[in-house]
């Protein structure tokens, strides 16, 4: 899947990812390859990145949107 992390000021990240958990508003979920396209709104918490080499990266967010489609995660985020 690709990833794009996107603040108002630069690209946190852009790259392959298998997994991605992230704080929703009504809780947190994740997704994974093939996951059905979803717009939902992020609150405070951690956005979790599983890239492809199994290594994580974390990423504290204040709030922000997602979206899902067909194996394209955009995140857009405050800070």
Do not use: Y
Request: aromatic residues 4%; positive net charge; proline residues 4%.
């Amino acid at each position: 899947m690709k990833l794009e992390i996107i603040t108002p000021e630069k690209k946190l990240f852009v790259g392959e990812v298998s997994m991605v958990r992230v704080p929703g508003t009504l809780g947190s979920f994740q997704i994974l390859k093939n996951h059905a396209p979803i717009v939902s709104t992020l609150s405070k918490g951690s956005v979790i990145i599983r890239k492809t080499d199994n290594t994580e990266i974390i990423f504290e967010i204040n709030n922000g949107l997602i979206e899902c489609n067909k194996n394209v995660i955009n995140i857009l985020v405050e800070s």
